[in-house]
């Protein structure tokens, strides 16, 4: 039982190159995020989805966009990547409703992918 | 909106206890607990829901006081073991169901 996986785990780019990271999760889950972590500030939402084919902006949403065009996937694109998205990045999938038949569930995490932008 | 934590850090030795505090500007619905050790994913702790549901785990237990829209998580007895960040996360009212905010952390190191 895999659970989540994100690729690539690390990558190295130079400004202005486009990437994609792709998260997938094997446990049927509707809901599934990317956040972002950096030294200091937490973990921070950039978009998150409820559902195949739906997404919502999260706290950072800015210079990345996101796609769920089948349940088990969320991908997260980088257009033109900038020096200040060097980050480690964290994919996270939870099912709905939660405990109690109300809000998020349980977030199931991936192992985190660590970008860096020269 | 972010929660936010206090302490921002604290040490502790092994078999005292601890309180993390997690507080936000807006009315609550769930308060999530996460603990992060170095290097590693995020692992959930528990979640607590508007109505006082309360989930324990080992020696670490939560409240959540809604009229105050905060919660607070209790560690007793802290073991080496639970050195590591703690995050609270956040799902309110005004916002879209899904939208889980985590605060900026606490890092609790336990010493022998």
């Known amino acids: 039982n895999a659970g989540v996986t994100q690729t690539p785990k690390f990558r190295v780019l130079k400004t202005g190159q486009s990437m994609t990271l792709l998260c997938a999760q094997d446990m049927n889950h509707e809901y599934m995020y990317w956040y972002r972590q950096d030294p200091g500030m937490g973990l921070r939402l950039i978009h998150y989805s409820v559902g195949e084919g739906t997404t919502a902006k999260g706290e950072v949403p800015d210079g990345y966009n996101v796609s769920r065009l089948k349940k088990q996937n969320f991908l997260l694109g980088l257009e033109s990547a900038a020096p200040s998205q060097t980050s480690v990045y964290f994919c996270?999938?939870?099912?709905?409703?939660?405990?109690?038949?109300?809000?998020?569930?349980?977030?199931?995490f991936g192992e985190g992918s660590r970008l860096t932008v020269l | 909106q972010q929660p936010v934590q206090s302490p921002q850090a604290v040490i502790l030795r092994e078999g005292e206890d601890a309180v993390i505090n997690c507080s936000s500007s807006?009315?609550?619905?769930?308060v999530h607990w996460y603990r992060q050790k170095h290097g590693e994913a995020p692992v959930f702790l528990m979640i607590l829901l508007k109505g006082g549901e309360q989930k324990g785990h080992e020696k670490i237990s939560a409240s959540f006081n809604e009229k105050k829209q905060q919660s607070s998580l209790y560690l007793t007895a802290s073991q080496l073991s639970y050195s590591g960040t703690y995050f609270c996360g956040t799902e309110d009212y005004g916002g879209s169901q899904g939208n889980l905010i985590f605060g900026k952390g606490t890092k609790l190191s336990v010493k022998p």
């Open positions: 996270a999938s939870s099912y709905s409703p939660g405990t109690g038949g109300a809000g998020t569930g349980e977030l199931f």
């Open positions: 807006k009315a609550l619905y769930s």
